[in-house]
Every structure is written in structure tokens, then in C-alpha cells.
């Protein structure tokens, strides 16, 4: 079927090329701008084989501005013969033909339809549109672009000729052809309007357009506003004199639209004399308010159009062009270390060189700038996976007037318009963040105030209006932007600040959080408290870099992050430190507490020169001082052994009161002199996993080792797990904190033993290479890991061997002091009144002092 369907277009194709044949032949016996139908209703019933068509139409110009209308033939044809009418108009010399239907209702369906099988597709009735014939001389028609084909409602859009002639070729089988299925009009048009400059030979659409002989004109595509040919390439050469630039603006742009980067039909615009100039733009598709402006005097616009048999409708292009002196110097771009925004009049833009400064100025600086102008500032700083900057902006000179009758806080002529948050890449200039204009004072110095970018891009968008003014100068600065919230250190760097006396609770983040941070990297965060106040830091998310990382359950330090790593300390009113750790990895820090007196806390971020991942977000919290216990906890000494434990042991443990940052527990054990503290936990069960996400809702934090950071202990540890330590000296602490968005876990209990370390001593129990008491093991706690803690049965037999006799003796011994106790306790009672339980009693000052805080801060 589709075979046939092409067989019989390639017949009518043929019958169309005879038909003009004959019409040519005829058309020099018709006088010029006659108007000649061959044909007549009573002869079209019986065509005759060996003769020409009977309705073939001719439309002839006599040289003059003329125009027409055309409407299909009435055709009887009850036989249903294939019939084809052939429409032809021919312009004169110095003429076009402009060609444009006013009703079309061909019966059948277009090309567009057979795609989707709906068959059959401009079979028998369509009319084929040639206008892009040189002449009409034989065989021409073949060798012209064929136009298209067309049926069904919608009308061919309007047709200019490329050169002198356009041919429509009707065709139909059906029985009747009413003149009402076609109607248009014609008009033969100037052709010198499309000679927009000097004709380059041997060429159909390129042109040289020299100022010397036109300063203004119009630019047309090579049909326009008909449908442009296709398969030609026209260049149109702009030459000016020394000082001018060019001006080109299209007011109507439509060309067909394959891709945003032009693949097929397409205007390019150089910006220089031929194609190795630098490329102003490529343009497609439909384009609105282009206006395009040289750099110099030199200035190429090429139009392609790709050779293909497929159809289109688009129009082209219209627009105007200039030559002038008036246009804006570009100098005071080139000379202060701008780029001037290829296309533009005046735009520039800006890119930092890390952490550079500079300087903008206003259109013909030094000098007053000039009126109705509109200039662009795109002031850029780096940002990729190393940089991200922002833009300070500081004014040194500025005028621009308001206008005669200027109204409150409204520019009505000139102004400044300043974006701060990348509005530019919306075309949302609309929503500017300033607008200046007014006079400044040089003494005393009274310009706009600076103004910062919120992001890497600041854009200025300057427009002179009617009045002349001094114009503006203004100071920008890249500053490397750390989207960090906080007070940061004046000088640029990574630091920032955070004091009780500004806010009492908020968040801050590593450098541009979420995104990942930077390399090659050190901030820190230094927060501050009053005398009387302590702070907390919770981590909500944390993940720092480590490729090598190996950490022991526990461990944090130098030895575990070598790479990227997060530390804190306490810090002292007088510059003193105590370490808390060193964190990577996965592995969350526990809640951080300052100490009662101390001046708070300081973090530290360090990343190396390799990968690099989200970092952290935490918050903090400035509290009233708790007492050095915190919440409970309290001081243990003169005892050989103990047990202490997370609060409500056995009970699962509890998140802090409502409104809290944390509830903290502080333990100071303290042995005699000489001797050591051996711990053992016998049961831990604490939110988190020390290795996989660390401590983020509780820790337990262990000085045992003087001097070095605590150890941090979350997570739960199996029955079969030891987890025991042995102090460096004579005293350890022990620190249980509870952040807010804790949910509880069953909680922990540690036995700790006074022993002895040391060779040559008489040892009848040991445990990791330390001596117990000797009645330890009668306790009933288990002071060594991996040790029964029942008691022995020497502990009951110890009693019985000192014999009845004494035992009673011992007995009655008791009961009778146990007596006397009483009763003197009872005459005092009634003597004086009740008082309060002393308070507990402190830890040694030393001890204490040291543990619980930088020694300058106590």
C-alpha cells in the first residue's frame, strides 16, 4: 500500500513538471500582469489525454506593487480521474512573491497522521508548495526544494519566494471540487529589503555590510516571515570604522528547535570579523528580546540550515542593526581585572582567584557615567568540592541621583540593584535584595552600608536613566564561606565563637554541613560560659573521614585517627586545657559537659589533604553550674573496695527532666597513698556501639590514666567480656552522662578494688598483675574479671575457728556497747534539737581539683 501510495506521488510528480512545462510555454504569450485561467467549467468533465490540464492558473506581476487573491478550480469529474491544477505566480525582476491562505480544507488526512496508521495520508487530494525555484524554465521543478505537502484543515503557513516564482500543485480524484476547498491571496513584494548590505559573489544570502554606506537597517532571514529554505548557509559580514561598536537586536527569532544546543537549524554570532572569532552565542528555537552587542568594529552572523526533506513551519529571524560611537568603552572593564560579558554592552563579570579583592566602577569611569544605560556586575567566588566564598562589598564613592521629585525610599531614575542569594540564575531580577541611589558624603564617608552575599554570587544591576550622576565605586572581597552559624574570627579564618552572654543554646556544624567539608582544613569552636554556668554539646550527626581507620572498642586517639579527626577539651579561665579525646570514623562522641568553673569547652576539626566526607552538626547548651558531683554521683575514699552504678541500677536508667540538656553523674575514688585502683564493670548496658556509631545519647567516661584523655565506653557487653582497668596512681574518676535524646538502657555497675602493684610482696590474690586484699574474695563482688564473686568457703570458716566461748563473749560484748550507745544517744536527743545530716564530704582538693577541672579554674 505504502508502495503504491509513492509510485503514484512520483507519477503526479512528473504530471506537475509537464504541466509547468507547458505553462512556461504558454506564459510568454501573456502579456505582463495578466491574469489567465485556462480552463472552463463546461470542458473540465472530459479531459483530454493528449492535451494540457484546464485549470492550470497563472499569475503574472507587471513591475509594480501589486497583489491578488486565488480559490481552487470547480472541478466535475464523475469518472474520478486524477486531475491536477498548477498555480503559478512569477514577480518581476527586483520582485519577490509572498503567498498566504486564508481558508484550506483539503479532504484527507495529513503526513502526520500515517505515523500512527491512520491511512490513508494525502493520498487523494493534497497540493504540493515549490518556492525556491530559480526559474521556470524545464525540469527546474524537480530540481527546486520541494516545499511540502499539504491536506486537511490547517492551512500552509505563508510562502516568500527565494527567488522570483512560487508554484502550488493541486491535486484531486474526487468527483467535485467546490471553489470555496482553497483560498489566498498574493502580493508581490520589494526584494531589495532582503539585500541588507553588498551581495557577496557567487553566493545566495551572504552580504557585507559596511557602515560607511548604512549606519542602520534590517536584517532578514532569507524569506522572511515566510517559511525559510532549507540546506543554505548565509553569512552576513558587519564592518564599522575604528571606535564604533555594533548593535544587533531581533525582534522576531523563530527557527526549528532540535536541542539546546542547536543541532540542526541555527544562528551563530562571532564576535569579529569571520569564524574563527570568539563565538558571541548560537541561537534556535524561538528567542526573545535578543539584543547582541561587538566588542569592536567587527562583527559575523552566520545563518544554517540543514539539508533534510523533512517539513517545517517556522519563519526565520527580523532585526535591526546599528553602528555607533555612543555605545559604552569597554575600558574600564579591561583595566581593573574584569572579563567583559561577550554579546553584552556593558556586562563584566568577576571570578575570584581565592580570597582576592578588586574593585567595580560605574560606565565611563573616572568620569560621569552615561545616561540609558544598563550595565551587569556578576561577581563570582569559588565554590567546588576544596572552596566555597562569598562576596563582601563595600562602597568608596557613590551617586546616583533619585530623579527631580523623588518620593521616600524609591529610586524614580537611576539606580543600583544588588542580589545576594544567586537570583540571577532564575531571571528572577525582580526580587532584588537592594536598590540604591542617592548622594553620598565623602567627609564624613556616608555611603550605603556593606553588603554581604549570601552564597558564592553577588550581581550588581546598574541603569543611568535620564540624569547624569558621579557615578559609583565600590571595594569586593572573596571570603571563604565555612556555612558555619556562629560568630566567626575577624581575620577570615575557621573559628568561631560561642558565649553564654549572646545565646544560650544553639547549633553549629562543620564547614558547609551537610554538604561535605573541605580539605586541608582546621576550625575550631570555642564556647564560653559565665563563671556560674556550665555547657553541654550533643552530636547529631557525625562523620569524619578515616580510611585507616582501626579502632579498639573505646580507644580515641592519635593512634586511631590519624587522618580526619575531631578533638575537645575543658578549657581554664587562664588558658589551660584538658584533653577529652579524639573522634573519627563513624563513632559519634558521648554528650560533652564542661566542668563547674571552668570556662567551657573547645572542638577542634582537622582534615588532611585526601578524601573527605559530611563531617558533624551538634548543639549546645548553657546551664546554671551543677555541683562538681552533677546530678549524683559523689566522692569514695578510706575503703578498700566498693561498687557504684548508673542512677536506679537495677532499673533501667532515665533521660534527663524535660527542658535538661543532660543529667550527669561524677565519681571520685581515691585509694591510700601508694596504692591503686583495680575496676571492674560487671554488667554494661549503655545506648550506642562504640565502634559502629559511637556514643551520641550516653557515655560513661573513665580517668584512669594520668596524664590522656578519659576512655569512652557505650554499647553492651556480653558476659564473657572483660572490661577492666587499672589506674596509673591512686585515684580515677568516673563520668555518666545522659543526653536529652536519650530513650535508657538497662545501665552498668563497676566493682573497684584498692591494690598493690609491685614485685617481691606476698601476694595471695592477684589480678591483672595486682594484688587484692586479702578478705576481698569474701565480699561476695567480683573484683577481677573472669572470677566467680561467691564467696569462698574459708570466709565462713574463719569465723567458726576462733571457738563458741569467745563468740558468746564477743556477743554479749556487742549487745552491752550497743546498749550503752543508745541510751546516752537518747538523753542527748532530748537535750538538743535535731539537725540536718552533714553534707557529703569533697574528695581530697588535690584529687578533686584535678579531675574535676583545669587546674587554673578550681
Not at 220 to 229: A, E, K, V
Not at 690 to 700: D, F, I, K, S, Y
Not at 726 to 754: C, M, P, Q
Request: glycine share 10%; proline share 9%; aromatic share 12%.
Amino acid at each position: 500500500m505504502a508502495a503504491a501510495h509513492w509510485l503514484n506521488s512520483l507519477g503526479y510528480l512528473s504530471l506537475s513538471v509537464l504541466c509547468l512545462l507547458a505553462t512556461t510555454l504558454q506564459v510568454t504569450s501573456v502579456l505582463a500582469g495578466e491574469t489567465t485561467e485556462l480552463s472552463s467549467p463546461a470542458s473540465l468533465a472530459e479531459p483530454s489525454p493528449t492535451k494540457l490540464p484546464k485549470c492550470d492558473r497563472t499569475f503574472v506581476s507587471r513591475g509594480g506593487a501589486s497583489n491578488g487573491t486565488f480559490h481552487a478550480p470547480e472541478l466535475l469529474n464523475p469518472n474520478n480521474h486524477s486531475r491536477q491544477c498548477l498555480y503559478t505566480f512569477l514577480a518581476a525582476p527586483g520582485q519577490r512573491v509572498l503567498v498566504e491562505f486564508r481558508t484550506f480544507d483539503l479532504r484527507g488526512k495529513p503526513p502526520d497522521g500515517a505515523a500512527v496508521g491512520e491511512l490513508p495520508a494525502c493520498m487523494h487530494e493534497y497540493m504540493d508548495i515549490y518556492s525556491e525555484m530559480a526559474s521556470l524554465e524545464a525540469g527546474e521543478l524537480v530540481n527546486s526544494a520541494f516545499g511540502g505537502r499539504f491536506c486537511g484543515p490547517i492551512p500552509p503557513r505563508r510562502r516568500v519566494s527565494l527567488h522570483r516564482a512560487v508554484a502550488l500543485a493541486f491535486f484531486t480524484d474526487h468527483t467535485y471540487t467546490p471553489p470555496t476547498l482553497f483560498a489566498g491571496t498574493y502580493r508581490f513584494i520589494n526584494a531589495s529589503e532582503f539585500e541588507v548590505g553588498t551581495p557577496v559573489p557567487n553566493t545566495m544570502c551572504s552580504f557585507i555590510i559596511e557602515s560607511s554606506k548604512r549606519k542602520t537597517g534590517l536584517l532578514l532571514s532569507p524569506t522572511y516571515p515566510g517559511i525559510y529554505p532549507k540546506d543554505v548557509i548565509c553569512n552576513y559580514q558587519f564592518v564599522g570604522q575604528a571606535g564604533q561598536r555594533i548593535r544587533l537586536e531581533f525582534r522576531d527569532f523563530d527557527l526549528f528547535f532540535g536541542g539546546p544546543h542547536c543541532p540542526f537549524d541555527w544562528v551563530r554570532v562571532y564576535d569579529g570579523p569571520d569564524n574563527s572569532s570568539a563565538v558571541i552565542g548560537t541561537y534556535c528555537g524561538q528567542q526573545r528580546n535578543l539584543v547582541l552587542y561587538s566588542s569592536d568594529e567587527r562583527l559575523l552572523v552566520t545563518f544554517f540550515t540543514l539539508p533534510r526533506s523533512a517539513n517545517t513551519q517556522n519563519r526565520g529571524f527580523k532585526g535591526i542593526f546599528e553602528f555607533s560611537e555612543s555605545f559604552v568603552k569597554l575600558d574600564f572593564i579591561s583595566k581593573h581585572d574584569a572579563e567583559h560579558i561577550r554579546g553584552s554592552e556593558c556586562d563584566q563579570k568577576i571570578l575570584s582567584k581565592k580570597e582576592s579583592t578588586g574593585f567595580v566602577y560605574h560606565p565611563n569611569y573616572p568620569f560621569p557615567y552615561i545616561q540609558k544605560v544598563v550595565c551587569r556586575y556578576f561577581i563570582y567566588g569559588m565554590q567546588d568540592s576544596q572552596n566555597l566564598e562569598r562576596v563582601r562589598l563595600e562602597f568608596q564613592n557613590f551617586s546616583i541621583p533619585k530623579g527631580e521629585k523623588p518620593k521616600p525610599d524609591s529610586c524614580q531614575d537611576g539606580y543600583l540593584k544588588v542580589y545576594l542569594r544567586g537570583q540571577e540564575a532564575t531571571d528572577s531580577y525582580d526580587k532584588h535584595d537592594a536598590e540604591l541611589c542617592g548622594e553620598g558624603s565623602p567627609d564624613p564617608p556616608v555611603y550605603p552600608p556593606p553588603l554581604l552575599s549570601d552564597g558564592p554570587r553577588l550581581v550588581m544591576v546598574f541603569s543611568s536613566g535620564e540624569l547624569q550622576g558621579r557615578g559609583f565605586k565600590a571595594k569586593y572581597t572573596f571570603e571563604t564561606e565555612y556555612r558555619v552559624p556562629g560568630t566567626a574570627a575577624p581575620g577570615g579564618e575557621c573559628a568561631f565563637t560561642y558565649r553564654s552572654e549572646a545565646k544560650k543554646r544553639g547549633e553549629f556544624n562543620s564547614p558547609r554541613y551537610p554538604s561535605n567539608y573541605p580539605s586541608r582544613t582546621n576550625c575550631t569552636y570555642t564556647l564560653v560560659a559565665t563563671p556560674n554556668e556550665q555547657v553541654t554539646v550533643v552530636f547529631d550527626h557525625f562523620k569524619v573521614r578515616a580510611d585507616s581507620w582501626n579502632a579498639t572498642a573505646g580507644l580515641y586517639g592519635g593512634a586511631t585517627c590519624s587522618e580526619d579527626w575531631v578533638e575537645a577539651w575543658w578549657t581554664g579561665r587562664e588558658g589551660s586545657r584538658v584533653p577529652l579525646g579524639r573522634w573519627c570514623g563513624p563513632a559519634t562522641p558521648g554528650p560533652l559537659q564542661s566542668p563547674r568553673g571552668a570556662l567551657g569547652l573547645l572542638i577542634a576539626l582537622h582534615t588532611d589533604y585526601d578524601s573527605v566526607a559530611s563531617g558533624f552538626k551538634a548543639r549546645y547548651v548553657f546551664e546554671p553550674a551543677k555541683s562538681i558531683f552533677g546530678d549524683c554521683g559523689g566522692n569514695v575514699s578510706g575503703s578498700s573496695w566498693g561498687a557504684v552504678s548508673s542512677p536506679r541500677y537495677p532499673l533501667p536508667y532515665e533521660a534527663p527532666a524535660r527542658g535538661a540538656a543532660s543529667r550527669v553523674c561524677n565519681w571520685f575514688i581515691t585509694a591510700r597513698p601508694g596504692r591503686r585502683l583495680l575496676i571492674n564493670f560487671d554488667h554494661f548496658a549503655v545506648e550506642g556501639h562504640l565502634t559502629e556509631r559511637g556514643c551520641p545519647a550516653a557515655v560513661l567516661r573513665l580517668w584512669y590514666e594520668s596524664p590522656g584523655p578519659p576512655l569512652e565506653l557505650c554499647g553492651e557487653k556480653a558476659p564473657a567480656d572483660r572490661w577492666q582497668y587499672l589506674s596509673s596512681s591512686n585515684s580515677i574518676r568516673l563520668s555518666f552522662i545522659i543526653a536529652d535524646k536519650s530513650v535508657g538502657a538497662g545501665g552498668w555497675r563497676a566493682v573497684w578494688t584498692e591494690v598493690t602493684v609491685g614485685a617481691g610482696e606476698d601476694c595471695p590474690a592477684a589480678c591483672a598483675g595486682a594484688c587484692l586484699p586479702p578478705r576481698a574474695a569474701c565480699s561476695g563482688l567480683q573484683h577481677c574479671a573472669g572470677q566467680s564473686a561467691v564467696r569462698p568457703a574459708h570466709c565462713e570458716s574463719a569465723g567458726a575457728a576462733t571457738g563458741g566461748g569467745s563468740a558468746v563473749w564477743w556477743a554479749a560484748g556487742c549487745v552491752g556497747g550497743g546498749a550503752l550507745v543508745l541510751a546516752a544517744c537518747w538523753r542527748r536527743r532530748r537535750r538538743t534539737p535535731r539537725r540536718p545530716p552533714p553534707p557529703p564530704r569533697p574528695p581530697p582538693r588535690a584529687v578533686a581539683a584535678r579531675l574535676a577541672a583545669p587546674p587554673d579554674t578550681v
